[in-house]
C-alpha cells in the first residue's frame, strides 16, 4: 500500500509552489497569509525530505532549479486537480456561501465595486467577500481568485471572459478654470491651456492622451504643469481649477454631477480598452461566481450611466442626441502639441 501524504508534505508543495509562481518568499506569504519565514522554512523542509536543491538563491534573485522546474509543473497539476474537486462540492450547494474573492484595479474597486458589493451580502448573507485590490496582474489559477475585472483585453487561453463596459476616456476641466481660461474646442487648442497629465506607476510613462477625429485615432502628449500617478489625484487638481485633464469617464461621473468639472472636447472622447470580467474554467459552475457575475449585470448596466452623462452634456431639457460613434483600435500617433 502506497504512504499516505502528510498534511505537512502537502503544506510544503503549496508554499514551494506560491514561492515558484510569485518569485518570491515575500510574495508568497503574502499570498498564503503568513509569514516570509514560515515559507521558507516549509520549503527547507520540502528540499530536505526530498534531497533536492528546488532553487538557486542569491542576494538578489531566486531561481528553480531544473529539478525545482519539474516539480513545480507537477505541483500545479496536483493543485488544480485539489481546485477542481472543491469546485465540484461547491457546485453541489444551490446558494452562495463562504468566501468570494474577487481581484481588481484600484480605480475600478474603489469607485464601481465596493459601492455596489453591500447590495450582494444583503442578497446573500452567508457570502463573505476578499475584494484583492492591486495594479498587478494576478494570475488567478495560482492565487485561487474567483473572479477578476480587469481593464484589459484578456490575454491568459486559461480563463473565461465577459465584456462589462468600454474603458471610456474624456478630458474635463473645472467650471472656474473653463470661465477664466476659456474652453478648448479642438485638441490643437491645449497648447494654449494648463494641463494636468497621470503617470501610470508601473512604467512611469505618463498618459498619451488619446482623440477620436472622423475614422481615426491620434495620441498627443501636452506639456503638463502637474504629472500625478494617481488617478484620484488627478481629478481632485482638475476639480481645483489645475487645469485640463483627461480621465475615464466612470471616475470623473461623480464630479461632473456635483458641479464640479465639466467635460470637455467630448466630441473626441475615445472608448479606449474594455472593462472585463475574467475567471477559470474551474469557477464555471461555483454558485458564488454565478451569483457575482449575474450581479455585474446591475454594477454594469448598458448602456453604462456614466458614459450617458457625458453622452448628454450639457443637460438639456429635451430628449438628447447621441454624439458620434467612438473610435475603436489603436490610435495613430500624430504630433504632440509643444
Not at 502537502?10 to 518569485?23: K, N, P
Not at 519565514?37 to 528540499?47: C, G, I, M, N, P
Not at 481593464?151 to 491568459?156: G, K, M, Q, R, V
Not at 473645472?174 to 491645449?190: F, K
Request: aromatic share 6%; charged share 25%.
Amino acid at each position: 500500500m502506497t504512504e499516505q501524504i502528510g498534511l505537512d508534505r502537502l503544506t510544503g508543495l503549496i508554499a514551494f509552489a506560491r514561492v515558484a509562481s510569485l518569485g518570491s518568499f515575500t510574495a508568497a506569504g503574502r499570498s498564503l497569509s503568513i509569514s516570509p519565514s514560515a515559507v521558507s522554512k516549509s520549503v527547507q523542509r520540502l528540499e530536505q525530505r526530498l534531497g533536492l536543491r528546488l532553487f538557486s538563491r542569491t542576494t538578489r534573485s531566486l531561481t528553480l532549479t531544473p529539478e525545482g522546474q519539474d516539480l513545480h509543473e507537477r505541483a500545479l497539476r496536483l493543485l488544480r486537480e485539489a481546485e477542481e474537486i472543491e469546485q465540484a462540492a461547491v457546485a453541489a450547494r444551490a446558494e452562495p456561501t463562504g468566501t468570494l474573492k474577487i481581484a481588481a484595479s484600484p480605480p475600478v474597486g474603489v469607485h464601481l465595486l465596493v459601492p455596489a458589493l453591500p447590495r450582494l451580502r444583503e442578497r446573500y448573507p452567508k457570502l463573505s467577500i476578499d475584494l484583492r485590490l492591486n495594479d498587478r496582474f494576478v494570475d488567478l489559477i495560482e492565487e485561487r481568485i474567483d473572479v477578476a475585472i480587469r481593464i484589459a483585453d484578456p490575454e491568459d487561453s486559461r480563463l473565461i471572459s465577459r465584456r462589462l463596459a468600454p474603458h471610456r476616456l474624456c478630458a474635463f476641466a473645472s467650471p472656474d478654470y473653463l470661465a477664466r481660461r476659456g474652453t478648448p474646442h479642438h485638441p490643437d487648442e491645449l497648447i494654449d491651456h494648463d494641463c494636468v497629465n497621470f503617470r501610470f506607476q508601473s512604467t512611469g510613462q505618463v498618459l498619451r492622451w488619446p482623440f477620436c477625429l472622423g475614422e481615426r485615432t491620434f495620441e498627443v502628449v501636452p506639456q503638463a504643469g502637474f504629472v500625478i500617478d494617481s488617478s484620484d489625484a488627478v481629478l481632485v487638481a482638475l476639480a481645483a481649477g489645475a487645469g485640463v485633464g483627461v480621465s475615464p469617464t466612470y471616475l470623473a461621473a461623480s464630479h461632473v454631477r456635483a458641479g464640479l468639472l465639466v467635460p470637455v472636447l467630448t466630441k473626441f472622447a475615445v472608448e479606449r480598452a474594455t472593462i472585463a470580467a475574467l475567471w477559470s474554467e474551474s469557477r464555471r459552475s461555483s454558485p458564488n461566481v454565478r451569483a457575482f457575475l449575474n450581479f455585474l449585470y446591475e454594477v454594469f448596466p448598458s448602456p453604462t450611466p456614466w458614459d450617458n452623462l457625458i453622452d448628454q452634456w450639457p443637460p438639456t431639457d429635451t430628449a438628447p442626441t447621441r454624439l458620434q460613434p467612438l473610435c475603436a483600435g489603436a490610435p495613430e500617433r500624430i504630433r504632440d502639441p509643444k
